[in-house]
């Protein structure tokens, strides 16, 4: 088959901050029959082709048997003169925040956010790859980052579906704070840590552009509250499942709060996507009681907008009540019932 003749790829892509519990929601629909939990996709090119951490597998990307079939598959289609990590750089230079704003200044003026870059078919092509050579019909990719998303909806060969989960910023402050092992090499590499301002402002342009860009209404997007998701796991992925077409009675659940987690093979996120076997979904809200009143009030601060907007207390005296999810969706995008 030609690229024109390949039906799109099915992808469910994560959109929101970091910290905000998608490793262990994409390790959890990464169970469901066809499903491939891919973790971080942006970052293959860096932290698996340059760098090769640990697959989810435990293995090194480079003896992953999954992904060396993915990489060879990529070879075969792509030719030898591609260059790999040189097509991860570029790709992550093209895709600084820096230059969201005029990308959504394009968008909102009905034009194309992200100009067409001749790497954008090595982008296509391993999606592409990974559904050949898994068998899966649906790629699950936590990567996140806003202008990354906004590549992939551009791109004609991506069915592109979203999860759009949000965690109180406090709590997503608190874990930048924390030092924890990446468990993503051998020698104990600690997973990156911000300051407080820094977190804050970021969660608030990465949950207010994925408002943005995946709009309420839109069939092919769930906007899920994590606090709304451990209160009631079952019934918020069993939302998600029959989103991407998935039978919800297939998640891995033991119990209302219990799963049971086979490795996936992610390729970057955090440390918690190597854990397997039965894991219990509970609140991680150490932050309650461990976070200085200061840091509290610096991220309520500058976090207003979105806590307004996601419902959250600007008095985090109080638990955020949960609610039911909300299906959301966007515009349409160049073609029709795409989610944007
Ligand atoms: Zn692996």
Known sequence: MTPQEHPPVRVLYFAGS???????????????????????????????????????????????????????RLRADAGSERDEPAIGRRLLGRLRMARLPGALLRDALGRRALPAHPDDIAVTDLYRAIADQTGADLVID???LPPYGLLLRQQPGIDLYVL????DPRATAFSWLRSKPT??????????????WKSSVLWTVWNLTALRLWRDGDQRVC?????????????????????VGADPADLPFLAPDRVQLAPTHSVAGNPNRHDTG???????????????????????????????????????????????????????????????
């Open 142 to 144: 936590g990567s996140k």
């Open 223 to 243: 906007r899920v509250r994590y606090e709304d998701l451990i209160a009631d796991p079952v019934g918020q992925l069993g939302r998600v499942a029959a989103m």
């Open 278 to 340: 039965e894991i219990t979904l509970r609140a991680d809200d150490q932050w309650r009681t461990a976070m200085s009143r200061r840091d509290r009030a610096v991220v309520t601060l500058l976090t207003a907008p979105g806590l307004r907007r996601f419902r959250y207390p600007l008095d985090t005296r109080t638990p955020p009540r949960p609610r039911t999810v909300r299906r959301v969706v966007s515009r349409s995008a160049t073609s029709a019932g795409r989610a944007r």
């Open 18 to 72: 970091g910290r905000s519990g998608t490793t262990v929601v994409s390790n959890i629909l990464g169970q469901l029959p066809g499903a491939f939990a891919a973790g971080e996709l942006r970052y293959l090119w860096q932290r698996g082709v340059e760098q090769d951490h640990l697959c989810g597998c435990g293995q090194p990307f480079s003896a992953c048997p999954v992904w060396t079939a993915v990489m060879a």
């Open 164 to 167: 759009h989960l949000v965690r």
């Open 183 to 196: 468990r993503d090499t051998a020698v104990g590499a600690q997973m990156q840590r911000q300051e407080t």
